[in-house]
């Protein structure tokens, strides 16, 4: 701040004389006003009773004659020059009274002031007496040495007197501010409020207490300060206010580090609104600037900015001990790749950064090493000027844009929770700031301290999403093998990042005799442990369907497994291998008989949609979750005509944020009822139909469009308990298969068909019958009434039998025994030649 010094001082305007009232005493002390020349021109009614003169035989005359004993005129020569200097004077004088009485007068003389053009002085005074004269003693020492800034204004607002304290807070001289306005000579302040705040105690009397304003003084222009200050009104004996008195006490220092407090207050609300690393660094840089500084960069570890890579180097460890053995670890000069993933300026688009975001940057400040990111201190440079030669040595890019920007002061903070290194945070001011303080250090500590948390959260939040996802994706099925019985479609949307990945799974299994079984299920939480619970029980969902269990079964054998999984947890531990509650949803389609049989564990009924577009939702029953036991579940049953659709879902797709399961299946239901739509799209509109935000949990959606076996491709018949049955079945096989135009398969598929049959003949009862299937491969199924399973074994030498299943086993794709409530079927499945698949 400049300011002129005034050629002339406007002078305030005249005080009526009964109005006059000394700054230095009470509404009983005599006040005069006289002019340099002695005249007395103003006399007050206090005056008057003290020397018992009125004002008419007063004023205009020389106050001379006031005085018993004539002054040397040395001594008030020098009075006069103190006054004109602004310290004005104190002192004891003898004075004649109207009736001639002398009596002993403590007088007080304020500085100069002007005055209708006149330079004028305030003289107060009061009789002496023995108690008084020590009371005025310090008075006089406590008004000119007081640590707090006084000043008395007159009613237009001008200074009329102020103490030696409010002189040097605000740095601008005595002589430049009586007789002005606090606007004319403090411009650093918000004057307009001031004067408002002075104006309020002059028209009502009512003194104002700690009216704190900010601003910036000729004291200390490099920084704001704080001021705290009071305003009384001044009246006379007949209650009149002709002007005010305030003090004033410099709280720069409360009010900064209430500042600091409220900095750090506001960063926990400001930084950490997302569990993402980059945005997290964002929010520290945003919030920095331009409140605690001018420009702010944050650089992290390579492996913190990318958490999907290998994690950061907790302290103390190999890469960052710097007395290890390793290449690294043994050489302090090494500079770890960070990359800067934030920065924000006061000028647009952050001219003073040698690295953009992304780019891998080196910002350690000099003479510092790796060490300083692991077990320093955050340092301060107040003056970066005094320690160029350092940078000049080790960045001359940085002393480049550092000179051009004015970049002066800098604090360079490193990021560390919980042990780990995480980065660097370095903050900078440019010229138009006051440089960085030994206190700005622990409030950049702090700040940078709740952004590592943050930071440290959102790098082990998104490590862990990203592994739970892929997890679960690697479980997830990579193709859908519906062969010729269904065409299907799914589409499958994990929890946004608020929830996380959860335990939802879908898949389709093929099992013998052509049918295709569709599962979908639900994993209760979020995270690794949902994605792993899920993946151990898709896996035994594959396992028991191979076992060609009816759908009550398998779920009652999934539902024993989830117990046992849950009894195997210690008491009051919660691990990942822990269900804490699961729902499934398990149905076989066979297009054979177009019927599909399904059974539930506390999972939402399927969809289905008939072929002339009519949606339906199965009663089917409902059955308890998984992990309860005790309950059984059952199976319900219904026909589906070819190009018939069936939807599976998880709860995540009804409920979305109202939580309501009955809106939601009427939603879907409509969604699935849209015409022309080939499998995937329909599949892709459904889930956005129904999901137009973000939802809080894992979507999965499985569609399926039935298709019909034609009868041309199913030969059947009875066989007769007869061994000599054998070769009769063998030559309409023969049949059978030419016109399928399976010749190639002739030969392995008679010897199948007669292993099979003979088993049957020779170990099971009847009735026995026989059943061919083509379709994508070509199965062979023998039927019977019993229920012992055959068991495939190692023949010796010498043995004459046993050698059947051995080689139905060494000719076939795959073979397998079903249970069915009339007995068992063994079944056999051969791929077909290339010409006929």
């Known amino acids: 701040m400049t300011s002129a010094v005034p050629q002339s001082v406007p002078g305030p305007e005249p005080p009526q004389p009964s109005a006059i009232q000394s700054p230095f005493g009470t509404a009983h002390d005599a006040t005069a006003v006289v002019t340099t020349a ?58 004649r009274r109207r009736d001639g009485r002398r009596i002993e007068v403590d007088l007080r003389v304020s500085a100069s002031f002007h005055l209708e053009g006149q330079e004028c002085f305030l003289i107060s005074g009061r009789e002496r007496s023995p108690e008084r004269t020590v009371g005025q003693s310090v008075l006089n020492a406590f008004l000119t040495s007081a640590p707090v800034g006084m000043a008395v204004v007159s009613r237009q607002l001008r200074y009329v007197w102020m103490n030696a304290t409010l002189e040097s807070i605000g740095g601008v001289p005595r002589e430049q501010r009586l007789g002005r ?44 300060h704080a001021y705290s200050s009071s305003f ?12 005010l008195c305030y003090m004033v006490v410099d709280v720069t220092d409360r009010w900064q580090a209430q500042q600091r407090l409220a900095l750090v207050h506001d960063a926990g609300a400001g930084i950490g609104s997302t569990l993402d690393v980059w945005r997290t660094a964002e929010e520290l840089a945003e919030f920095s600037v331009p409140r605690f500084a001018d420009f702010v960069t944050v650089d992290l570890l390579a492996p913190v900015a990318r958490p999907e890579e290998p994690g950061p180097w907790p302290t103390g460890t190999a890469p960052l001990d710097t007395t290890a053995g390793s290449s690294r670890g043994g050489d302090a000069r090494y500079r770890p790749p960070m990359c800067r993933v934030a920065m924000k300026s006061v000028r647009e688009g952050c001219p003073e950064a040698i690295f953009q975001i992304g780019d891998m940057a080196d910002s350690l400040p000099p003479p510092h090493d790796v060490r300083f990111l692991s077990h320093g201190e955050p340092v301060l440079f107040p003056i970066l000027e005094s320690t160029g030669h350092l940078w000049e040595a080790e960045q001359p890019d940085r002393v480049a844009k550092f000179r051009k920007y004015g970049l002066h002061s800098l604090i360079a903070v490193p990021m560390r929770a919980r042990d780990t290194v995480l980065g660097l945070t370095t903050f900078f001011r440019t010229v138009n700031r006051p440089p960085f303080e030994p206190d700005d250090v622990l409030s950049a500590r702090e700040l940078v301290a709740r952004a590592a948390v943050c930071v440290d959260n959102a790098r082990r939040y998104t490590r862990e999403h990203a592994a739970a996802l892929t ?25 946004d990042a608020k929830d996380g990945v959860g335990g939802d ?17 639900d994993v209760v939480g979020h995270g690794i442990s949902a994605a792993a619970t899920m993946g151990r029980l898709r896996t035994a969902v594959h396992t028991l369907a191979d076992m060609d269990l009816s759908p009550d079964e398998l779920l009652a054998h999934l539902d024993d497994l989830v ?19 699961a729902t499934c949803l398990y149905a076989v389609y066979d297009p054979v ?27 089917l029953p409902a059955g308890p979750p998984l992990g309860l036991g005790g309950l059984p579940f059952e199976t319900a049953e219904v026909e589906l005509p070819e190009g018939s659709l069936i939807a599976l879902y998880t709860d995540g797709l009804i409920e979305g944020r109202d939580r309501d399961a009955e809106r939601g299946m009427t939603r879907l239901g409509g969604a699935l009822a849209q015409r022309g739509l080939p499998l995937d799209a329909l599949c892709t509109a459904v889930v956005e139909q129904l999901l137009s935000v973000p939802q809080p949990d894992d979507v999965a959606l499985l569609l399926a469009r039935t298709h019909r076996l034609s009868p041309d491709y199913v030969a059947s018949w009875d066989v007769p308990s007869d061994p000599a049955a054998v070769a009769d079945v063998r030559a309409r096989t023969s049949r059978v298969l030419k016109a399928w135009g399976l010749e190639e398969l002739e030969m392995t598929t008679e010897l199948i068909v007669s292993e099979l049959v003979t088993n049957a003949l020779r170990h099971a009862t009847g009735p026995i019958r026989l059943r061919l299937l083509r379709q994508s491969v070509l199965t062979c199924e023998v039927s019977d009434a019993s229920s012992t399973s055959p068991r495939l074994r190692h023949a010796r030498t010498t043995d004459e039998g046993g050698r059947g299943l051995f080689l139905v086993a060494q000719l076939t794709r795959r073979w397998g025994t079903r249970y069915t409530t009339a007995g068992k079927s063994i079944w056999t499945e051969q791929d077909l030649p290339q010409t006929a698949a």
Do not use: K
């Open 505 to 521: 799974w879908f898949d389709v299994i093929p099992l013998s005799s052509a049918r295709v079984a569709l599962v979908v299920g």
């Open 471 to 495: 997890l679960q994706r690697s479980l997830l099925p990579h193709m859908l093998p519906g062969g010729r019985a269904l065409d299907v479609a799914s589409s499958y949307l994990p929890a």
């Open 181 to 224: 306005r606090m606007g004319e000579v403090l411009p650093g302040l918000d004057t307009d409020a001031i004067e408002a705040v002075m104006r309020g105690v002059l028209e009502s009397g009512v003194p104002v207490t700690d009216y704190e304003y900010h601003g910036w003084s000729w004291a200390d222009p490099q920084r704001e």
């Open 563 to 581: 117990i046992r999984l849950s009894d195997e947890e210690p008491e009051g531990e919660v691990s990942g291998a822990a269900v804490l509650g």
């Open 593 to 619: 008989t177009q019927r599909c049989t399904m059974a539930r564990a506390g999972h939402p009924p399927p969809a289905v949609v008939s072929p002339n577009g009519h949606v339906s939702f199965p009663e």
């Open 38 to 95: 002695g005249t007395v021109i103003g006399w007050t009614r206090s005056a008057q009773d003290l020397l018992g003169h009125r004002a008419a035989e007063v004023v205009g005359r020389s106050a001379g004659f006031l005085l018993a004993v004539p002054e040397d005129p040395v001594r008030v020569a020098r009075i006069v020059e103190r006054c004109h200097e602004g310290s004005g004077w104190s002192g004891v004088a003898v004075v």
């Open 232 to 243: 009384f009104p001044l009246t006379d004996a007949d209650g009149t206010v002709w002007g």
